[in-house]
C-alpha cells in the first residue's frame, strides 16, 4: 500500500495473504497494521474511530495500541474486574521506505509477531546512485495465484507479443539473445550486461555517450529489481507481486531514475509508458486467468522458462531450509549461460 495514504486520523484497509488488514499513522508519524478483525466480536476494527494514538471498536467501544495491538481500555468491565493485560489484538509489524507500507506477515500458527522477529527481514528499498532523482509508483491487480504473476514478471520470452509497441519492440524485431546468470542469496542474478538493441527507452540513455549497463535481480519472495546505468546516470527500479488471496494477487512497481532529471514533462511521460506497459501485462494475466480455471498442465521448457524453474526450485529450497533448520541450498551451483529468442 502507497503509504502517502496513510495520513492524519484517517484509516485505511487492505487484504493481505487473504487477511484483511486496517493500516494508519500514528501521530508520531509511526505506520501501524492491524488485522482487520476486533478480537472480541469479530467486527472489522477500521469501522471504528482512531484518534492518532489509539484505536476504538465501534461495537463495545474496545481500545488498541494500534503498533503492537495491546488491548488499553474495555469500558463494560467494572472496577472490580481484572484487567486482562495481556489481551491483544493482532498487530504486524509495519515500516515505511519508498513511498510504502511494508507489512512483516510472519508463517501462519506463530501467534503473535515480535519487532525482533520482523527485524530479521530487512524492509526492500530500490538502489539510489544520487542525492537528487525522480520517482513513480505503478499498480495494477492481477486475478492469478501469485505463482503465475511471479513468473510472468521474469518471463524474458514475452515481451515482443505482449508489449507490441513503436516504443517497445515488434515480433519483427526478434532475434537470439545470451545471459549469464548466477546465484545470489534467496535468489538469482541476470549479470551485468548491454540492455537488448530492440528495446527504445534504452537507447535514450545513448544520449549521454556512455555505455549502457543493466543488471537485473530476482529474490524470494517476490522481488525483481532492475538497474540500468550511463554513467552517472541511472534508473532502477523494484517490481514486487504481492498475494492479496489464494488466487489473486496485486503487482507494484516503484522507479528512481535522474536520467533527463532536467527535461520537462519527463515524469508524466515515464509514467504515462509505464502504465501503459503495466496494462499490457494485467490484460495477458486477466485472460490468461481464463484458461487457468480449468486447472491445465503447464509446460515450462529451457532456456526461456528456466529462470521460472528457479524459482520453483528457490522456493521448494527455503521450504525445506525452515522445516528441517539446515542452511537453504541454492538450486544453482554456479553461473548458467541461458540463450532464447525474444
Known amino acids: 500500500m502507497r503509504s502517502e495514504a496513510l495520513r492524519g486520523k484517517s484509516l485505511a484497509t487492505s487484504l493481505l495473504m487473504g487477511i484483511p488488514m486496517v493500516l494508519g499513522r500514528r501521530e508520531d508519524g509511526r505506520l501501524f497494521a492491524m488485522r482487520d478483525l476486533c478480537p472480541h466480536r469479530g467486527i472489522p476494527l477500521s ?56 507489512v512483516y506477515v510472519p508463517e501462519a500458527g506463530r501467534g503473535r509477531v515480535k519487532a525482533e522477529d520482523a527485524a530479521i527481514t530487512p ?8 542525492e537528487r532523482f525522480r520517482n513513480e509508483h505503478l499498480t495494477a491487480d492481477l486475478p492469478c495465484n501469485v505463482d503465475h504473476g511471479i513468473i510472468g514478471l521474469m518471463d524474458p520470452a514475452h515481451g515482443p507479443f505482449v508489449h507490441q509497441a513503436w516504443w517497445w519492440r515488434k515480433q519483427a524485431s526478434i532475434h537470439e539473445k545470451e545471459k549469464r546468470f ?6 538469482f542474478r541476470m549479470a551485468t550486461h548491454a540492455p537488448s538493441a530492440n528495446s527504445a527507452p534504452y537507447k535514450l540513455l545513448g544520449v549521454y555517450g556512455e555505455p549502457i549497463t543493466t543488471t537485473i535481480d530476482f529474490v524470494l519472495p517476490n522481488r525483481r529489481y532492475e538497474t540500468i546505468r550511463a554513467g552517472d546516470k541511472w534508473f532502477s527500479s523494484l517490481t514486487t507481486v504481492t498475494p492479496t488471496t489464494a488466487t489473486a494477487c496485486r503487482i507494484d512497481v516503484y522507479g ?18 509505464g502504465n501503459m506497459f503495466v496494462r499490457q501485462d494485467q490484460v495477458t494475466m486477466i485472460q490468461q486467468a481464463e484458461g ?32 528441517t533448520g539446515q542452511p537453504m541450498k541454492h538450486p544453482m551451483e554456479g553461473p548458467v549461460t541461458l540463450r532464447w529468442r525474444s
Request: include cysteine.
Open 182 to 187: 548466477e546465484p545470489i542469496a534467496q535468489g
Open 256 to 273: 528512481a531514475w535522474n536520467v533527463l532529471y532536467h527535461l520537462p514533462f519527463m515524469r508524466s511521460i515515464l509514467t504515462f509508458f
Open 123 to 130: 524492509v526492500p528499498e530500490v538502489p539510489k546512485f544520487s
Open 47 to 102: 469501522c471504528g474511530w482512531f484518534d492518532g494514538k489509539a484505536l476504538t471498536c465501534k461495537y463495545h467501544g474496545w481500545v488498541f495500541e494500534p503498533v503492537s495491538g495491546q488491548c488499553m481500555e474495555i469500558p463494560s468491565l467494572t472496577k472490580d474486574d481484572p484487567f486482562p493485560r495481556n489481551l491483544h489484538g493482532m498487530a504486524y509489524p509495519c515500516e515505511e521506505r519508498d513511498g510504502y507500507a511494508w
Open 292 to 323: 487457468l480455471k480449468y486447472d491445465p498442465a503447464l509446460m515450462l521448457i529451457d532456456d526461456a522458462d528456466k529462470p521460472a524453474k528457479w524459482y520453483f526450485a528457490l522456493k521448494q529450497a527455503r521450504l525445506d531450509a525452515e522445516r
